[in-house]
Nanobody, 125 residues
């Protein structure tokens, strides 16, 4: 079992920044894929960013150049630095972890085994 707890959400104006954190505890993976996802009201969940245990990263086109995913291994914490926020970034943000492989961004959720409960991000114009 892995427990994931997100934090860092909030309300900011367009153009602002937020940093989300996801603290992982419990059994750990030696090889893993961790990702950030979001779901806006009335929309499907989408993969935002992912990082593999080998350090490689990938992003949804909508956030490239604005969001940065990173992981601080000693603290077992995943981060998502979000800059240049837009109203369309408003959503519940979730982190997740799966073993071994990272699927493509469109199928990223398929490889995830554990999910956090989410943190809400609201961007006002």
């Amino acid at each position: 079992q892995v427990q994931l707890v997100e934090s860092g959400g909030g309300s900011v104006q367009a153009g602002g920044s937020l940093r989300l954190a996801c603290e992982a505890s419990g059994n750990t993976y030696s090889n893993y894929c961790m990702g950030w996802f979001r779901q806006a009201p009335g929309k499907e969940r989408e993969g935002v960013a992912r990082i593999h245990s080998d350090g490689s990263t990938n992003y949804a086109d909508s956030v490239k150049g604005r969001f940065t995913i990173s992981k601080h291994n000693p603290e077992n914490t995943l981060y998502l630095q979000m800059n240049g926020l837009k109203p369309e970034d408003t959503a519940m943000y979730y982190c997740a972890i799966g073993g071994t492989y990272c699927f493509s961004m469109g199928r990223l959720a398929s490889g995830m085994d554990y999910w956090g409960k989410g943190t809400l991000v609201t961007i006002s114009s």
